[in-house]
């Protein structure tokens, strides 16, 4: 069985607002990078439709305040 941490993989303690944002860009951004989906919202196992809408999913969100997110369409 492989290792879940490998070297270029480590986890910090996010302090900053604009962090968390960055960090969830990327977390939501991820299925549409890879192909997978074309936007954030189709992609089922994502947090992406609470912070954005405040629609609740299968992915829980134990957090009272949403993220500030930016949603852009692209053309």
């Given at each position: 069985?492989?290792?879940a941490?490998?070297?270029?993989?480590?986890?910090f303690?996010?302090?900053t607002e604009k962090k968390r944002v960055e960090k969830l860009r990327y977390m939501h951004r991820n299925p549409?990078?890879?192909?997978?989906?074309?936007?954030p919202e189709q992609w089922l196992w994502s947090s992406f439709r609470h912070y954005a809408y405040g629609e609740r999913?299968?992915?829980?969100?134990?957090e009272a305040r949403k993220?500030?997110?930016h949603i852009r369409k692209i053309s």
């Open positions: 069985m492989g290792h941490w490998q070297r270029r993989f480590y986890d303690v996010v302090y549409v990078q890879r192909g997978l989906v074309l936007e999913g299968p992915v829980l969100v134990n993220a500030e997110l």
